[in-house]
Structures are given as C-alpha cells and as structure tokens.
C-alpha cells in the first residue's frame, strides 16, 4: 500500500530557544511609518530564522532600565525576581550572520510600547529578545500566491516578496490605514498589491478564483478579521488547510 502525501508542504523546523542582548547599531524611517532599527550583538551568533513569519519576542526595557534577565532550564524559562518586562513578537527582516545584525522594523502608531520605544532609540541603546523558537519554511514556488494583511504583517510580507522570484506574481491584499504605508513594498514591482479597506479585502476574496492545486494564502492581522477571512476560504471556498496559513497578530480589545 503506497501512503499519498501532499506535495510541496510547509515545513516545520525547531530551534533552541535563547534570550539574546542587543545593542542599537543605527535607525531609519522608511516609508514615513516605520522605524527601520539594525541591532548588533555577538550574541546573534548562531542565530536562525528560516520563515519568512517568523517572530521574535522583544522585551523593553522597564523606566529604569533594569531587569532580570531569564534563563533557559530542563524546566522551563525561568525569570528572576521582579515584574516581566513587557514584550512584543516582531518579524526578523534581515540577519546578517557576517556582521551579526539583526534588523526590525517597528510600525509607528500611537499608544504602542514597541513604538514609543522605537521612537526615542539611539544608538547604543539596549534591548531583549528570545527565539525564534522555530520556523515554518513555507516553498516559494506555489504558482498562486496570495498575501492578506494590515501594517503589523507587512515585514513579514516584505521578507516573504523579497524571496520569490520575478516570473512569481503573488497577490497582496493590505488593509491600510497609513496613505504613507503604501511606499513601503514600491520596490516589488513583480507583485500585485492592492492598498484596501476591511470590507473591500473581503469582497475582494469573494470575487477571487482559486486553483484547485498549487497555491497558498497567508493571512494576519486583527484576530476577528482574520478569522473571518480563514472561515471564508476555508469553509465557504473549500480550499485545503495545509496551504491556508492565517495566524492573528494582534486582538480588539
């Protein structure tokens, strides 16, 4: 008896789990709302990041600068005394394991933690971050694309363009609410993107035609949103689970 498998699935990887320190190397603006940041550190050694979603937990800084770092167990992560400080999960969108540089961009939006911190960083400046933990690596020659998103994903769907090649024309779907947003994916000219708001990315889907093989969809954002959307194509549409990715980035309070 011959088992059937799917073809070209995503695959998972682990990493070891570790908290590194970084040190601010430089700061940018790019696209009049995000803060491109390039952190530098012989702790990157060893680091990985396969998927082009994968995240990294940042930890801030408290007000007065200090905290106890964690430490990795046969336990667990174990902290020390004192508050956690707060963290956010944010894309790697370049490392570059010669220099040992990891870059991030932070969205600017008001009331953020992870965007007010970015705003006053200068170099120098130091921050924590743990993982990735793991990666999905995701193939890049689906012959249908198609990326779902607001500005929490757009890193991540920038990594992602950054990596097909020219004759792959995905589509990109992005709920803006930054008119200056939409400079920040101008360089890839190979995809189709489209600056949209929440009802017209779903009316969008609805009138979209799938392939019965050979694609995948990528959806985040605000956790209701995207599981309206995963609902749609998942259930309405009939399309496989394996290659519908749709993960919430952040949640409506």
């Known amino acids: 008896m011959t088992l059937q498998t799917k073809p070209n699935l995503p695959q998972r990887v682990k990493n070891e789990l570790k908290f590194r320190e970084l040190t601010v190397k430089n700061k940018e603006t790019i696209a009049g709302c995000f803060h491109r940041i390039v952190?530098?550190?012989?702790?990157?050694?060893?680091?990985?990041?396969?998927?082009?979603?994968?995240?990294?937990?940042?930890?801030?800084?408290?007000?007065?600068?200090?905290?106890?770092?964690?430490?990795?167990?046969?336990?667990?992560?174990?902290?020390?005394?004192?508050?956690?400080?707060?963290?956010?999960?944010?894309?790697?969108?370049?490392?570059?394991?010669?220099r040992n540089e990891l870059t991030l961009d932070f969205y600017i939006h008001d009331g953020g933690v992870a965007s007010l911190w970015a705003e006053t960083a200068q170099a120098g400046d130091t921050l924590l971050i743990g993982g990735p933990r793991g990666s999905l690596v995701i193939p890049v020659d689906y012959a249908f694309q198609l990326y779902v998103c607001d500005e929490s994903g757009l890193p991540a769907v920038r990594r992602r363009l950054a990596s097909l090649a020219q004759h792959i024309s995905p589509r990109v779907l992005v709920n803006s609410h930054h008119p200056d947003t939409h400079d920040y994916l101008s360089e890839f000219e190979h995809a189709h993107i489209e600056w949209l708001d929440t009802e017209s990315i779903t009316r969008r889907i609805s009138e979209l035609e799938f392939p019965s093989s050979d694609y995948f969809i990528w959806i985040t954002g605000e956790g209701r949103d995207v599981k309206q959307l995963s609902d749609e194509l998942l259930e309405n549409r009939g399309l496989d689970g394996d290659y519908v990715r749709a993960v919430a980035y952040w949640h409506n309070k």
């Open 39 to 98: 952190f530098t550190s012989p702790e990157l050694a060893g680091f990985s990041s396969q998927g082009f979603d994968d995240h990294v937990k940042v930890f801030f800084p408290p007000e007065n600068g200090d905290f106890a770092r964690p430490s990795v167990t046969d336990d667990g992560i174990v902290w020390g005394e004192g508050a956690r400080p707060i963290s956010r999960d944010y894309t790697p969108l370049h490392f570059d394991a010669t």
